[in-house]
């Protein structure tokens, strides 16, 4: 039987507010199979995790019998630099990853942060996006097979090494941001892409965030191969951000007519230092757990009213905004203390329309507030889903409303 919640004193803490009884690593699909059915059949409660960057984000839970570690379970199981494909053990970290594809001249083109720790497990689980999505899609569109093992420790595949290759369900992408609820995954399979020998970055300063991102609206439809625009507004002012990854003249030129489009440059930034500057920009919101993060989620025509109102409730203290307006995504960073302003941020984003994850938060405040927003509509088919997988509901109890 699990512990009370109160009751933590020889729990192991995997993260802030997460506690399992006992860690378990496993290196193999067959014992991980072994470990979820006898944990099944003995209703033990199961959290897996990578790196635990992301652990501590979903509902306050009790916790668990096991914390599954996941860790050891690394390696390139396959890599066809001819196929762009790479078949890859759950547990390996982003940066073991694009060493590997590196040496091939290729990479994932996603921007993770701490990719040190991270591992494409628990990216594939959480489903997260970074700017780089713009051009070239998120993680999920990579995603071609997979393996995995469901609560009731069936060891299954799914998908392969093509592209396409799904009639029925696509389970890959199913698993996609289905933080770990359903299945573990134990190694997938990528499409990678060929490494842009330039990169470059344009800064360009504006008066305000709806200025801002109109300008951006303006870039994105104006320039195609945008590869990513970001407008933030914190304590070094408003800005857009724009990036232009491939070959060096292509990139020179698209930096000339970004400055043109947006009417304002601050900055040029060249390739390692435009690598350094986007890696930069995604740790920011990921590497400080005592901030509250809220991610927001609204159609790209609404972005602007919504970043709006948040710039005037949130002027003057110490929040950072960042706006991806392509494709409507929107996260503030606030003081931890801030439980009034994330309660007020959320309100504003009911009355549009949006909706929110609350990725990082103090235990108190994930107790007030809901972590994953409004209930979806479709929450009785996720539940059903839940049941098909993970029939003992083992796999991360309470994180999520399933
Ligand atoms: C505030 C914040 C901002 C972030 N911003 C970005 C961003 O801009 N771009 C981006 O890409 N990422 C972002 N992340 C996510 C970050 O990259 C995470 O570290 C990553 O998504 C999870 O990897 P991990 O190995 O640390 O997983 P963990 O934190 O260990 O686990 C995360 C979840 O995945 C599950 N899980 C882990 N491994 C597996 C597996 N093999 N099979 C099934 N389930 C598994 C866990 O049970 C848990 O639910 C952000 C995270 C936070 C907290």
């Given amino acids: 039987m699990p512990m009370s919640i109160h009751d933590t004193t020889n729990a192991h803490e995997l993260a802030t507010g997460v506690f399992a009884d006992e860690v378990v690593a496993v290196e193999s699909g067959s014992r991980l199979a072994d470990f979820l059915r006898e944990a099944t059949a003995a209703n033990h409660s199961v959290i897996p995790f990578g790196g635990r960057r992301s652990l501590a984000t979903g509902n306050p839970t009790e916790p668990a019998r096991f914390g599954l570690d996941l860790t050891g379970l690394t390696g390139i199981l396959s890599y066809e630099p001819a196929d762009l494909t790479l078949s890859v053990r759950a547990g390996t970290t982003l940066a073991d990853i694009q060493r590997a594809l590196g040496e091939g001249g290729q990479e994932l083109p996603i921007d993770v942060p701490f990719p040190d720790v991270t591992t494409i497990g628990g990216l594939v689980a959480t489903g997260f996006v970074g700017p780089r999505r713009l051009r070239s899609g998120s993680l999920r569109d990579l995603l071609i097979g997979c393996e995995f093992v469901r609560g009731d420790g069936l060891l299954a595949k799914a998908g392969g090494m093509v592209v396409k290759n799904v009639s029925g369900f696509e389970i890959p992408r199913f698993l996609h941001g289905s933080w770990g609820a359903l299945a573990v995954l134990t190694s997938v399979n990528l499409k990678v892409t060929p490494m ?90 990921a590497e400080d757990n005592s901030k509250t993060v809220l991610a927001l989620g609204a159609r790209p025509r609404d972005i602007r009213a919504l970043a709006t109102r948040i710039g005037d409730v949130t002027a003057g203290d110490e929040s950072a905004i960042q706006v991806s307006p392509g494709f409507g995504s929107l996260r503030i960073m606030t003081p931890t203390d801030g439980e009034d302003l994330a309660t007020g941020i959320v309100a504003l984003a009911a009355a549009d329309g949006a909706n929110y994850v609350l990725e990082s938060a103090s235990p108190a405040l994930r107790s007030s507030l809901p972590t994953w927003g409004a209930e979806p509509e479709g929450i009785e088919v996720m539940r059903s889903v839940k049941r098909q997988f993970d029939p003992g509901g083992i796999l991360n109890l309470g994180r999520l409303p399933v």
Avoid: K, M
């Avoid at 470059?200 to 590869?227: K, N």
């Avoid at 990513?228 to 857009?240: F, H, I, N, Q």
């Avoid at 990036?243 to 970004?258: E, I, M, P, T």
């Fill in 196 to 285: 842009a020998r330039a990169d470059g970055t344009l800064l360009a300063a504006f008066d305000d965030v709806g200025l801002a991102i109109d300008a951006a609206h303006r870039l994105i439809a104006a320039e195609p191969s945008i590869e990513a625009c970001v407008v933030t507004s914190d304590r070094d002012g408003v800005r857009v951000s724009a990036r232009s990854v491939g070959r060096a003249g292509a990139v020179a030129a698209s930096l000339d007519s970004f400055a043109q489009c947006l009417g304002s440059e601050v900055a040029r930034l060249e390739v390692e230092e435009s690598r350094a500057f986007w890696r930069e920009l995604v740790n920011q919101y």
